[in-house]
């Protein structure tokens, strides 16, 4: 690579070839305006393509949410599409929020501690491969997860953790086996187990990001008045860096709840209330991935399509609050893309 | 008032919490990561890459089946989706970065990243309504659509930043010896920036070919190579992510550890393509 490719100015032909020959008023006007046209057009499609996302899901699933009523589909708990065409989301919409907060809780913490131990204590080299192995959790796709977790999380889980809890509690604590559920392996639990996983690097990278970017003056100044490294990260870096941790875990908790596949093939796919801890269930992801293939009743799909809508609504709200609090604590950079 | 000991007990408690919260944290990737590879490497033969998959019974009486019209399939769809996606993306890009004062632009940043943060399933039915539906059946084409709009938040992203890290005075060099603005973004900036172009475009590629729940219902599935390359664009095809899933929650063994062998075709050209879109942003510095 010369100095002359990294230097545009000095390597392009056509701008050497246009000092001699200076182009016609007309062919910089019309070129100017043709180049500021097509390139607002193709920054508005994608203004149209969010707002038509929302028309669209809108407009699909209007028959059903004109039948019972938004606030009725979404409250109702009967999901019946065989017999009575009875539709309502509560199950999937608390199936979602039920995984994906107790996903954030599991997961916040150990993400915050790779953050600041990659950020405070480990060697530049360590941080650079512990880097590079957060951000393959997120580049790992969805499915690949999911047939692991079929095949070997889901199976290890109920022989060595689910069963000998359920057949613990059988004996001293029956009343809880309700809550319990059925211990078959595939259910909540798992789902959650592996959506805490698949979250991390969200986290992670703002947090990490937030924690880098404070100014290494705080840091000293604690240690000049004789601070233990902790209690610099915990009284000096951590409150100084908490709107990027807020801001990672409300990003995180939006992926969370648009995880799609590994979830579909590991919750267990039941959609009648109450759910239970170890017990099949559902969310609003899963019931559309399992159930829009076969929906043949036209209300059964215009529900699929309003439960769409409801995701909408949830992934919107949450990615704004998310939007919102990067850019009032001017967060640049350290996204997973 | 703690004594020095006891702060000093605390400090290395919460040391090692940091790296075992760290170890927690990567040791289910690499166990995923070795059973993917232990399960997948035995079916990974040549009836794998040169063999269609065909009924179940295929398997079972021991005909030689694979994946090829899966891989074929991912191929296509791939790049039509990348060729749809690119320059919807990189004129948002080019208008972010490049038309700094446009009345538009707050409202296409916040569409943009809404976009971006969306369920994929959601851009599937999207695709659905708009493709499956005028069309009458599921095809290619709606899925390679499904797949762009996957790729156009992110490609738009990286490269409204790659452009923004070309400094002022190289566009006010090449305006300053008389080109119009429209040469200055294409011809100067755009190649100064080709790094972080391609590196963008290959992270939004990478993305969209591990995306399994948009193409559910739109390319559907197909269990042979269609007869005909239109039928590429205008009828079902396969692509690995969601043949992945197919054949992990079928009931037959020998689809499972076919499924596997998916696994480790589908992680190996994710993790290639993140590791050039990384080894590229090295480059660039």
């Known amino acids: 690579m010369t100095l002359d490719n990294n230097n545009p100015a000095n390597g392009s032909k056509e701008a050497q070839e246009l000092l001699r020959r200076p182009p016609s008023a007309l062919y910089r006007w019309l070129g100017d305006r043709i180049f500021a046209v097509v390139v607002v057009m193709l920054g508005m499609s994608i203004i149209a393509l969010a707002a038509g996302m929302a028309i669209v899901l809108y407009g699909e699933g209007s028959a059903a949410l004109r039948q019972f009523g938004f606030l009725g589909f979404v409250t109702g708990t009967t999901w019946d599409p065989a017999v009575q065409l009875v539709f309502g989301a509560f199950p999937f919409l608390f199936g979602t929020v039920v995984t994906s907060v107790a996903a954030l809780l599991i997961s916040f913490f150990p993400a915050i501690g790779v953050a600041i131990f990659t950020a405070e204590y480990a060697p530049r080299w360590l941080s650079a491969i512990i880097d590079n192995l957060i951000q393959l959790i997120a580049a790992v796709p969805s499915v690949v997860i999911g047939i692991w977790g079929i095949f070997v999380l889901a199976p290890w889980m109920r022989d060595n953790v689910y069963l000998p809890i359920f057949t613990w509690a059988e004996t001293s604590y029956p009343a809880l086996l309700p809550i319990l559920g059925n211990p078959m392996g595939y259910g909540l639990a798992t789902a959650t187990i592996v959506l805490s996983l698949m979250i991390v690097p969200f986290t992670t990278a703002l947090a990490k990001d937030a924690i880098k970017s404070v100014p290494v003056a705080q840091r000293e100044a604690s240690r000049a008045l004789g601070a233990t490294k902790w209690e610099v990260i915990r009284m000096a870096v951590l409150p100084y860096a908490r709107g990027g941790i807020l801001a990672g875990a409300i990003l995180s908790l939006g992926r969370a709840i648009g995880e799609t596949m590994a979830v579909a093939m590991l919750i267990g796919n039941k959609n009648t209330l109450p759910f239970s801890i170890f017990g099949a269930g559902a969310t609003m992801p899963s019931v559309i991935v399992n159930e829009f293939r076969e929906a043949v009743e036209t209300l059964h799909l215009s529900s699929l399509m309003a439960v769409g809508f409801t995701l909408f609504i949830i992934a919107l709200i949450v990615n704004l609050a998310a939007a919102y609090l990067t850019r009032k604590f001017s967060i640049k950079g350290g996204q997973v893309v | ?285």
């Open chain 2, 1 to 285: 008032m703690k004594t020095l000991l006891q702060r000093n007990i605390r400090d290395r408690i919460m040391e090692s919490l940091l790296v075992l919260s760290t170890i927690v944290v990567l040791l289910p990737l690499i166990i995923i990561l070795v059973h993917v590879v232990l399960n997948g490497i035995s079916a990974l033969n040549w009836d794998f890459f040169t063999q269609e998959l065909g009924s179940p019974s295929r398997a079972m009486q021991g005909r030689p089946t694979g994946l090829v019209h899966t891989i074929i399939g991912t191929v296509v769809i791939d790049f039509l989706a990348l060729f749809l996606a690119v320059p919807i993306g990189m004129g948002a890009g080019i208008m972010l970065s490049e038309f700094p004062d446009h009345k538009l632009n707050p409202t296409l940043r916040i569409m943009n990243d809404t976009l971006n943060g969306m369920p994929a399933i959601l851009k599937g039915l999207l695709a659905f309504v708009l493709i499956v539906k005028p069309m009458g059946t599921f095809s290619g084409l709606a899925g390679a659509v499904a797949l762009a709009f996957v790729m156009i938040p992110i490609i738009a992203r990286t490269t409204e930043s790659a452009l923004m890290s070309i400094p002022w005075s190289i566009r006010e060099a090449g305006l300053a010896i008389g080109l119009p603005r429209w040469r200055v973004v294409l011809s100067t900036v755009m190649p100064a920036a080709r790094f972080g172009l391609v590196t963008g475009t290959l992270i939004a590629f990478a993305r969209a070919a591990g995306e399994a729940a948009p193409l559910l219902f739109t390319s559907f599935g197909n269990n042979y190579l269609p007869n005909h390359w239109l039928g590429m664009l205008l009828g079902p095809v396969d692509t690995l992510p969601q043949r992945l899933y197919s054949l992990a929650i079928s009931p037959y063994s020998h689809w499972h550890s076919m499924g596997w062998a998916a696994a480790i075709v589908l992680l190996v050209f994710v993790i290639f393509c993140f590791a050039t879109a990384r080894y590229l942003t090295r480059q660039k510095h």
